[in-house]
Structure formats: structure tokens, C-alpha cells
């Protein structure tokens, strides 16, 4: 366990239809990374959170935002949503001041589009 | 654009042998490199981090870096059929874009009894 949690567990959406996914950080760790998981793929990654701002991003489209809460917690939105972001949406929480080096994953959000 | 490359297996190795796992990057400036396991319907767990050539062992998990090679590896000593999982190698960089991890699609082990 990483102490970092994930919510919902399981999403089923319809093409057009929006969605938000939340993230817990791990105790301590300030800063939050989204990454995107298809199957038979290794995760891809979408952005991250520290203090609050966007701290980078990959190469996904502007319907994929976030947000970053003062206790650390964060969101992802998917707007519009297309067949292709079926995935396994997972967050990990590291430490800012320790470089970041050291990423732990939350159990992910298994998102269906339908 | 950065890759990392991993052979996809499946990697089928009898119970109590030694898998070796590998993994190259094609980022030279690449600074940090990890070793995740993901159980199927699972996320990946981190067992294994090492940032400076050589080895670093821990348990039966042993990393081996070589930056010259641009190759990093994991050994798993007395393979137990708990170890059968996909494993994701990772690297981060160390300049513009290090927040990210880059990860290989996976090297699928089967430990068989």
C-alpha cells in the first residue's frame, strides 16, 4: 500500500460525456503526476501538479486538465471523451524536495468509454 | 523523442532460477531509472530505483546501470511464482522535461513451479 488512493475505482462513460477522477497524494508528498495506462502498454504521461500549478505535460490534448488542491489532492477532467481514452488512469504522489525522483502509484481509475 | 525499450516476452523461467530482465533508454541525459511490477488489473509498484552506474541489490532484486550503454537491467535471485507479473522499466531525465517518467511497454514473467 502507498497510501496514495484513487476515486472511482470504475467508470463507464458515453463518447461526447465528461469526466473527473481524484487522486489522494501519499502523506507528505506535495506533488501529483497523472499517467495514462492502455492495455498491453506502459503508462504514458499526461501532466503533473506542484503547488498547485502545472508542472508539465505530455503529448495529450487540452480536453485533459487538472487541478491541484492546497492539500494536495488533485483532479483530472476529460472532456469530449473518445473511445480511444478507455484506459487505466493512474496518479502518483512523490516528494518535490527530494527531487521527485521516486513516484508511487495510486490502484488506478479503470475508465470504459462507451 | 525519448523511448524506452523493452523486450515484451513473455519471459518463462522455472521456479528458484534467476530472471534477467532488460531495458534500454535512447535519452543520454537520463538521470533516474526505475523498475515497477504490475500484477494483472493491478498498478505498477516500484521495487527498484538506482540513479549511478553499477549495481544496487536489495532482497533478491538486484539493478544493474550502465549509462555509457545507455542499459539498465534487473536481476530477481530464487524466482518465486509470486514474481510472475509485467515489469515496467522507467526513466526519468535530468534537464528540461525531468518531471516525467518514460516508461517501456513491459517484460512479462512467468515464474513457472
Keep these: 500500500e502507498t497510501g496514495v488512493t484513487q476515486s472511482p475505482t470504475h467508470l463507464i462513460k458515453t463518447r461526447g460525456q465528461q469526466v473527473t477522477l481524484r487522486c489522494s497524494s501519499q502523506s507528505g508528498h506535495n506533488t501529483v503526476s497523472w499517467y495514462q495506462q492502455a492495455l498491453g502498454q506502459g503508462p504514458q504521461f499526461i501532466f503533473q501538479y506542484y503547488r498547485e500549478e502545472e508542472n508539465g505535460r505530455g503529448n495529450f490534448p487540452p480536453r485533459f486538465s487538472g487541478l491541484q488542491f492546497p492539500n494536495y489532492s488533485s483532479e483530472l477532467n476529460v472532456n469530449a471523451l473518445e473511445l480511444d481514452d478507455s484506459a487505466l488512469y493512474l496518479c502518483a504522489s512523490s516528494l518535490a524536495l527530494a527531487g521527485g525522483r521516486e513516484q508511487y502509484f495510486g490502484p488506478g481509475t479503470r475508465l470504459t468509454v462507451t | ?113
Excluded: H
Excluded at chain 2, 523461467?13 to 488489473?41: K, M
Excluded at chain 2, 524466482?79 to 526513466?91: E, I, M
Design chain 2, 1 to 113: 523523442q525519448k523511448e524506452v525499450e523493452q523486450n515484451s516476452g513473455p519471459l518463462s523461467v522455472p521456479e528458484g532460477a534467476i530472471a534477467s530482465l532488460n531495458c534500454t533508454y535512447s535519452d543520454r541525459g537520463s538521470q533516474s531509472f526505475f523498475w515497477y511490477r504490475q500484477y494483472s488489473g493491478k498498478s505498477p509498484e516500484l521495487i527498484m530505483s538506482i540513479y549511478s552506474n553499477g549495481d544496487k541489490e536489495d532482497g533478491r532484486f538486484t539493478a544493474q546501470l550502465n549509462k555509457a550503454s545507455q542499459y539498465v537491467s534487473l536481476l530477481i535471485r530464487d524466482s518465486q511464482p509470486s514474481d510472475s507479473a509485467t515489469y515496467l522499466c522507467a526513466v526519468k531525465g535530468g534537464g528540461a522535461g525531468s518531471y516525467q517518467l518514460t516508461f517501456g511497454k513491459g517484460t512479462k514473467l512467468s515464474v513457472i513451479p
